[in-house]
């Protein structure tokens, strides 16, 4: 319908999945934190009780969420893009000629 290729499919498939892995990556390493909270550096969570590799690793997935949130809109407007594409071509074609 949107002349997507196998090629763009198996680029998105892989694309995909790279994402994820780095979001499993992130998500265990960021687990360093849970085993080595101590309540005294201050609230769960908070900036004061982390150290600087956690520091890193919330910092880095904060950024990772905001790249993948910008991806998605660039995906977004592409899908409207081939949509809009499609649909004038798809009326141009219905038009009858005088």
């Not at 592409?78 to 074609?93: D, P, V």
């Amino acid at each position: 319908m949107f002349g997507i290729t196998i090629k763009q499919l198996v680029i998105f498939i892989f694309i995909v999945t790279v994402d994820l892995a780095i979001y499993v990556i992130l998500g265990i390493f960021l687990m360093r934190y849970d085993d080595f909270y101590d309540e005294s550096k201050g609230a769960y969570g908070s900036w004061e009780s982390m150290d600087a590799l956690d520091k890193g690793i919330f910092s880095g997935l904060t950024a990772w969420n905001i790249i993948n949130v910008i991806a998605v809109g660039f995906l977004l407007y592409w899908i409207y893009k081939k949509i809009k594409a499609h649909n004038k071509t798809r009326s141009n074609s219905h038009k009858t000629k005088y």
